[in-house]
């Protein structure tokens, strides 16, 4: 596997501070779970599909990389700019940091070989550091890919050389600090390398929190949030992290921005948004400056039961419309709702007895919980909902990060389980479900399809599909022909190619649609200013 190059380092152990979860699998394999004999009967009777066939796992040591095509001279001057400690073409830093956690990425990771890897990893520990690195890659024509958590779903994260001479990743795990705490203006900097819940628990021992709960909560990073327009599951209390910033500073090939001085200007177009969303093509991220409030006081939850989807997709509007005030308010469909039924640990109880689930919890002073706890509970239930009490709302907020070890467990035994998003205006939210769903099993044949609003808006919403079906033949062939044919779905009914998983290299191919053309062409002008030797995430984002 050596190259002449790099012969002797490959091979070698890891020499660097390890991403936090699994190279092949989601998360800490500790809190992974077998499936239980509901969900083993459920995958017998629904998709054929037996969890006695399942895939033997690789150790990392079987799998064969390609060879670092870094030379030693770069790998060296890469050193000398951030200290040999933060500096490994080792194949045991390589792989860890090979994709994302998407479906597909996972089942490529089941595979001995050859992979695609980074050439190799390097660890900055300043801006000084990361403008030096881009200065060195740019001259030497080696490819930059940003990299947090690895939490990307979507090739996000992809080590990809786009034509260049070699890629790095850029592991910002060091620039971890709480720089500033502003508690008279309610405002945080946060180093882009803070993972959520370190982030939070440095907030939480001055009073204070951020609020950003996405699925990848435990593992992403503060600058993966702005990198990727995050939206977390308290977003109709707190608002989508892109509503959280009030500030960035960004490394670029080009130089240094520090961006938005004031809670609102008119001092031009907003150039924080040519950054939130970015995925690391036009910069790096070191800090995000971010309205954060008072640790809440008080928390109530509360379950609904609508008889159908359109429904309770009604009453979410009109709650969201009126302004109830809940922080989190989600929906689950008929087909969600049912398959949770028959995983009861995760529906909490026996109150849930078909139709839609909804979630709500409601946080702040005792005072203020109360008043739009009870403003909401009045809409839901004029709206035709039948309220359950707080046990299946607890029970999905205590599960409310597990969900991708499921998907895993159902991958080991031959199921394929994959998530797409988008979002849509609430005229057209059942009509765009339906053809996404539709699509979906027009080319994955049996297949179970679930679908959630898990974010609502004054005009719309998201919709959040989870699919499972048996494997037939190649999986990633398989999936991939669903997932464009879902694609081009939603093009067609007006939704949006993603509404928080980004781009990344997955959904490129629709961004012209998204866009138009025009568009495209601002993108790359702005690539060209910013990233003129083209290094910074290639092949993400822009067609």
């Known amino acids: 596997m050596a190259s002449d190059t790099q012969a002797g380092q490959d091979r070698g152990p890891a020499a660097l501070p390890l991403p936090p979860m699994k190279w092949d699998a989601w998360g800490d394999p500790a809190l992974a779970k077998p499936l239980s004999e509901d969900v083993k009967a459920l995958l017998a009777a629904a998709l054929g599909v037996s969890a006695d066939a399942a895939d033997t796992p690789l150790a990392p040591e079987e799998v064969e990389l390609r060879p670092s095509a870094l030379p030693a001279a770069d790998l060296a001057a890469l050193a000398a700019l951030v200290g040999p400690g933060h500096v490994s073409a080792a194949d045991a830093d390589r792989l860890p940091r090979a994709g994302g956690k998407s479906t597909p990425d996972l089942l ?124 977390g599951q308290d977003s109709a209390g707190y608002g989508r992290f892109d509503e959280m910033v009030r500030g960035l500073r960004v490394v670029t090939p080009a130089g240094v921005l520090d961006l938005g001085r004031a809670p609102a200007s008119a001092a031009g177009p907003d150039l924080r948004e040519l950054f939130l969303g970015s995925e690391g093509v036009f910069g790096v991220i070191t800090r995000v400056r971010l309205r954060v409030h008072p640790l809440p006081a008080e928390k109530v939850h509360e379950a609904w039961s609508f008889p159908d989807f359109t429904t309770g997709a009604a009453a979410l509007r009109a709650v969201e419309q009126q302004g109830t005030g809940p922080t989190v308010i989600r929906l689950s469909d008929e087909s969600e709702t049912a398959v949770n039924l028959a995983m009861t640990d995760r529906i909490g109880g026996d109150r849930v007895t078909g139709g839609c689930l909804a979630v709500t919890v409601f946080e702040g002073t005792k005072e203020q919980t109360a008043a739009r706890h009870e403003r909401t509970h009045a809409v839901l239930r004029a709206a035709g909902g039948t309220p359950l009490g707080a046990g299946p709302a607890r029970a999905w907020e205590h599960g409310r990060f597990s969900a991708p070890y499921l998907r895993d467990a159902l991958l080991d035994c031959g199921a394929l389980c994959e998530t797409l998003e988008t979002a849509t205006d609430w005229a057209g939210l059942d009509r765009l479900k339906a053809s ?81 053309d025009l568009g495209v062409r601002i993108l790359r002008a702005v690539k060209d200013t910013l990233d003129p030797a083209g290094i910074l995430n290639p092949g993400k984002l822009i067609p």
């Open 436 to 516: 996404v769903t539709a699509a979906l099993r027009e080319h994955l044949a049996g297949a179970l399809v679930l679908c959630h609003i898990s974010h609502v808006y004054p005009t719309g919403a998201s919709l959040y599909f989870t699919v499972l079906a048996a494997r037939q033949g190649d999986p990633l062939t398989q999936w991939d022909a669903a997932k464009r044919a879902a694609g081009d779905a939603i093009m067609a009914d007006g939704g949006t190619i993603s509404h928080h998983h980004a781009v990344g290299a997955d959904h490129r191919p629709w961004m012209g649609r998204e866009i138009g």
């Open 108 to 231: 490529r990771r089941r595979s001995r070989g050859p992979q695609d890897a980074p050439d190799a990893v390097v660890l900055p520990g300043s801006e000084d550091e990361i403008a030096a690195v881009l200065a060195l890659c740019a001259e030497r024509r080696i490819a930059v890919v940003p990299f947090g958590g690895g939490t990307s779903v979507v090739g996000g994260v992809d080590p990809l050389r786009g034509g260049l001479t070699a890629v790095i990743s850029l592991d910002l795990r060091r620039l971890d600090a709480l720089h500033v705490l502003d508690e008279v203006s309610g405002e945080a900097v946060l180093g882009a390398g803070l993972t959520g819940p370190r982030a939070e628990e440095l907030l939480a021992e001055r009073g204070w929190e951020l609020g950003h709960y996405p699925q990848s909560f435990r593992y992403a990073t503060i600058g993966g949030f702005a990198a990727t327009r995050s939206s």
